[in-house]
Structures are given as structure tokens and as C-alpha cells.
């Protein structure tokens, strides 16, 4: 029976909640795994099976972070934008929220206001799972917006490889600019680029 709640394990990307776990035999089985370090509690009533996510780089987002929507670094890594691999998930959530965070896998809070949480999110099946990302205009915006915080290189190089894509949406790109208020730098970039 224990290979059954190890399978569960991985058909969930390597994560548990105490509400998946229907009965007092699996909870068992759930308590001499965790005793026996083969899972780890990251946090409570969330369990993580760390082989079952060795070949995998996605996280299940809503799990660790309810409500939270991959950004940064991850999406953009995620939609070929940038060569570099995040260290951790950067993940946004609603300004003033509080979210413990696990020990395993890193995550990189970034507290924004919930129009902006809320603008351009959108839903990838990524590994097997069901992502809450910002789609590829947001997150070039996001990119042109904090561009202080992650340098003009790496600035440059999103909007690159964004303006070098056959699937880019110009229009969409810049109404989220114009509702981020970022539409007049935007503009300036984008018409030096091309």
C-alpha cells in the first residue's frame, strides 16, 4: 500500500496536503515517511517527496503559495526571454498578505497590489501542471517596470527576445503598458528596437 501514496506523490509533482491523505492507513504511511526523512513537511499540512520532482523545474505554484502567480525570473526563463536560470521561484502575491513560506524549494516573494496581481494572469499546464504565470506581455512589462531593480541588460535582452517572436502581441503589450503606467517608456523602447 505504501507504493500507493509514494505514487500519489508523484502524480502531484511531488507534493501532498493533508486533505489529499483519506486515510488513517496513508496517514500512517505519511508519518514513518516523514520520520524516516524519505518526505519532508515544508510546511503545515504540505508534504514533499523530493524524488519525485528530481527531473522536474516547475513547482506546483498554488500549493506552496495559494493565490501567488509565477513572475520575474521564472516566467521570463519560461517564455525563452532570458538565458538566465533562476536560483529560486519568484512568485507574486497581494500587497500585505501573509504566506509562510516552506524551507524546500526557494521561493522570492514580490508583494504588488492586486490589480497588478491580477493583470495579465493566466493559466499554463507546465510539467504536468496547472501554473498560474503572467502571460508573455505582462511579463515583458514587468521587466520594462522594475527595470532598475534587475538592470538594463537584462531588461534589454527580455524586450529583444520579445520583439524578435512571431507570436508577440504589440497591441496587448502596450495597453498593459499604458494600465502599469510604464506606457511612454514602453513606447520609447520599443520604437528603438524595432
Known amino acids: 500500500m505504501e507504493t500507493n501514496i509514494i505514487e500519489r506523490f508523484h ?51 498554488e500549493r506552496i503559495v495559494p493565490e501567488g502567480v509565477l513572475c520575474y525570473y521564472s516566467a521570463w526563463f519560461h517564455y525563452g526571454l532570458t538565458t538566465q536560470i533562476p536560483q529560486q521561484y519568484h512568485i507574486a502575491v497581494v500587497k500585505n498578505r501573509r504566506v509562510k513560506l516552506p524551507v524546500f524549494p526557494p521561493v522570492q516573494l514580490h508583494y504588488w497590489q492586486e490589480k497588478y496581481v491580477l493583470l495579465g494572469k493566466e493559466y499554463r499546464i507546465i510539467e504536468n501542471l496547472r501554473v498560474p504565470i503572467f502571460d508573455l506581455e505582462k511579463s515583458v512589462c514587468d521587466a520594462v517596470k522594475f527595470r532598475n531593480k534587475i538592470g538594463m541588460d537584462v531588461c534589454a535582452e527580455i524586450l529583444q527576445n520579445y520583439l524578435a517572436r512571431k507570436d508577440r502581441d504589440l497591441t496587448k503589450l502596450m495597453r498593459y503598458a499604458k494600465d502599469m503606467r510604464i506606457g511612454n517608456i514602453m513606447q520609447t523602447y520599443v520604437t528603438i528596437q524595432l
Open 11 to 61: 502524480k502531484n509533482g511531488g507534493y501532498l496536503t493533508r486533505k489529499e491523505i483519506r486515510t488513517e492507513k496513508q496517514l500512517y504511511q505519511l508519518r514513518r515517511l516523514t520520520e524516516e526523512k524519505i518526505v519532508k513537511r515544508i510546511k503545515p499540512g504540505v508534504f514533499f517527496l523530493e524524488e519525485a520532482t528530481a527531473s522536474k523545474i516547475m513547482i506546483d505554484v
